[in-house]
């Protein structure tokens, strides 16, 4: 269960007031994003949503870094590429993120790549270290971008400036990333904290119910019809992986 934190290794969550914070903690990784921490990612997700006290979500890290993108070094003797398509534990991460009916808020410091950024882009708002640094590395290993990451990432920047950033493999700093639309607002390291109480206090008295219905209807606006074009992403991204 959500507090239970014995049911978690990879994320710290903590609650204050309506708001609660879902922190990666497995900084010797760059918080790596192993099958185990996208699913208590899901699972944190999934308990929070129905929780109707909790107002907005934050997805942060307990360190210096947010992410470091999918840990493409994790390996199973046990498990078949069929088990890997069934889990499908990035996309159904992502899909939790987005079914949250809460405000979500991402803060990045350090690395956000990746897996990383797709995380980002599912939020509702994203902030950022002026320092940090975001992209997507996905074309230099030869795989294509899952988890429903290109279809987020055209809502969060435009097509023109996705295909720029995803295409190139770039790491972009956060001031280049706030001018592209991707982030809402940068911060330096030491304001970190004031930025995120502004944002939180932009809706905290707002009417909670009004904005998970207006949340709701602009996702599907935005990726309902995605969901469905991007059936066969994972089905790429395995094929590749094993190439």
């Not at 498990?79 to 803060?107: A, F």
Request: glycine letters at 6%; proline letters at 2%; hydrophobic letters at 40%.
């Amino acid at each position: 269960k959500l507090f239970e934190m014995s049911a978690y290794k990879n994320i710290l969550i903590a609650k204050k007031a309506e708001t609660c914070h879902i922190s990666l903690n497995n900084p010797k990784k760059l918080n790596a994003l192993s099958s185990t921490t996208l699913k208590e990612i899901s699972l944190a997700c999934d308990e929070i949503a129905l929780n109707k006290k909790i107002k907005i979500v934050v997805i942060s890290s307990t360190s210096k870094n947010f992410s470091a993108g999918a840990d493409l070094r994790e390996t199973s003797k046990t498990k078949t590429t069929e088990d890997y398509w069934h889990e499908n534990s990035g996309r159904n991460c992502i899909n939790s993120i987005l079914n949250l009916p809460q405000i979500s808020i991402c803060l990045i410091e350090g690395y956000c790549l990746g897996g990383g950024a797709v995380i980002a882009s599912a939020c509702d708002f994203r902030l950022a270290e002026k320092n940090s640094l975001i992209g997507y590395p996905e074309i230099e290993l030869g795989m294509n971008l899952s988890w429903l990451g290109l279809p987020l990432a055209i809502s969060c920047l435009g097509l023109s400036e996705a295909k720029h950033v995803i295409l190139s493999g770039e790491k972009f700093n956060a001031p280049d990333m706030r001018k592209k639309g991707f982030l809402n607002e940068t911060f330096d390291l030491d304001e970190k904290n004031k930025c995120l109480r502004k944002w939180i206090n932009k809706f905290k008295k707002l009417p909670g119910l009004q904005l998970k219905m207006i949340k709701k209807s602009a996702n599907e606006l935005a990726v309902g019809q995605a969901k469905s074009t991007m059936h066969m992403e994972f089905d790429q991204f395995l094929l590749s992986r094993n190439n």
